[in-house]
């Protein structure tokens, strides 16, 4: 019988597909970042062995520990997409493939201090209503040209997460600001859209989806 993980890829998988030709897109534009937050490294190893190979954390300390048990994934990325303080940047570069969280010229330039080529995006807050992190609209271009100024740092685009609501129609307007905002500075891709609202994001251009619950089922938080 098919475990529920391998059950969940392929129903994920055939969500991505029917929203990318809904909106005349080609499924392999959208990369699906398996989001393991909270779950054991052995819920990573699952995941891989039935072929994923992008991966979302939230929490450094979290997946310093994983990781230690995850030295044989060839082809593995791991993604960073939690809040990161400047103080955790480095053992974050340290520990990840890419970074999707940057919001303060700070935070880039201790992550390029940190020496290791990554792949970053910058998170964007799109309402004053949601929580703290990301850098508002109005900051954006600065911090643009801060992380291309920064050499170690590749800027592929943007990500946001917009305020909870389990209607996805309400992420829409926020997912269609964060293409405008990308397509005004020539970025490329937009990590938007989750378990409840990725067909939404897809149709407004997501190229990455940061999938938990509908791979692994419900965290349960300790
Ligand atoms: C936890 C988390 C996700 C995954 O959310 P699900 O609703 O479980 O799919 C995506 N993005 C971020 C930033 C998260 O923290």
């Known amino acids: 019988m098919m475990s529920d993980l391998a059950h969940n890829i392929g129903e994920v998988r055939r969500r991505i597909e029917e929203a990318t030709l809904r909106a005349c897109r080609q ?5 699906l970042i398996a989001v393991s937050k909270i779950f054991p490294a052995s819920a990573i190893r699952e995941a ?3 072929g994923l190979r992008d991966f979302g954390e939230n929490y450094v ?5 994983k990781a230690s048990e995850l030295p044989d994934l060839a082809g593995a990325r791991f993604h960073f997409i939690g809040h990161l303080q400047s103080n955790k940047a480095r053992r974050a570069a ?3 493939d890419a970074i999707q969280t940057i919001d303060s010229e700070r935070l880039a330039r201790r992550l390029n201090d940190a020496g290791k080529p990554l792949e970053v995006m910058i998170e ?3 309402s004053p209503e949601e929580s ?5 609209a ?3 271009g600065g911090l643009v040209e801060t992380v291309r100024a920064c050499p170690n740092l590749t800027l592929a685009g943007l990500m946001t997460m917009p305020p909870w609501s389990d209607d996805p129609e309400f992420s829409r307007p ?7 905002l990308a397509a005004r500075f020539g970025l490329a891709r937009l990590s938007m859209g989750m378990s409840h609202d990725l067909e939404v994001a897809i149709e407004e251009g997501s190229t990455d989806v940061r999938v938990g619950t509908a791979l692994f089922g419900p965290r349960r938080y300790p």
Request: hydrophobic share 30%; charged share 40%; net charge negative.
């Open 174 to 180: 926020y997912f269609r600001g964060l293409r405008e």
């Open 27 to 31: 499924a392999d534009e959208v990369r």
């Open 48 to 50: 891989y062995r039935l």
């Open 138 to 140: 109005e900051s954006l």
């Open 94 to 96: 340290e520990l990840f």
């Open 61 to 65: 300390q979290e997946f310093e520990g």
């Open 132 to 136: 703290k992190t990301g850098t508002g």
């Open 124 to 126: 964007v807050k799109l």
